[in-house]
């Protein structure tokens, strides 16, 4: 693949230039929407600055760029029950059409690195009142 050099494609009236970060929250945006998607993972890090409150789109999300082509990859947290190859395949297919059509790049691979699978939350029973609590109100 090419160097990535800011001068993607000369118009008539001067230069066009995108920046991998737009091509990461393009990848993200397409990723997140797939069916079987619990959640982009970012590592560890990226875990702890979300945490902190900053929402990144391009969450889990690496692009190399050159002048006319583009690689990424993707980091996500399969929900459980679905079939780990098709969501994988799916993504493929969503990142790589989203980025060609709103970019006009050829993406020459999208690499798909499942990281985890979330579970089915557990309804959460009520807690219980403390022991002698009803013996309490009566004594009141």
Known sequence: MEE??????????????IAPEVLEVIAGMAASEVEGVAQMSGGFVGDIVERLGRKNIARGVRVEVGTK????DVSIIVKFGHRIPEVARNIQDSVRNAIETMTGLSVVE???HIVDVELKAE??????????AE???RVR
């Not at 990535?4 to 230039?17: V, W």
């Not at 082509?69 to 990424?72: D, G, L, M, P, S």
């Open 4 to 17: 990535f050099q800011p001068d993607i494609e000369n118009s008539e009236l001067g230069k066009i230039q």
């Open 110 to 112: 999208v690499n798909v």
């Open 69 to 72: 082509e583009a690689a990424v």
């Open 123 to 132: 309804e959460k029973a009520q807690p219980l009142p403390p022991v002698g």
């Open 135 to 137: 013996e309490y109100q």
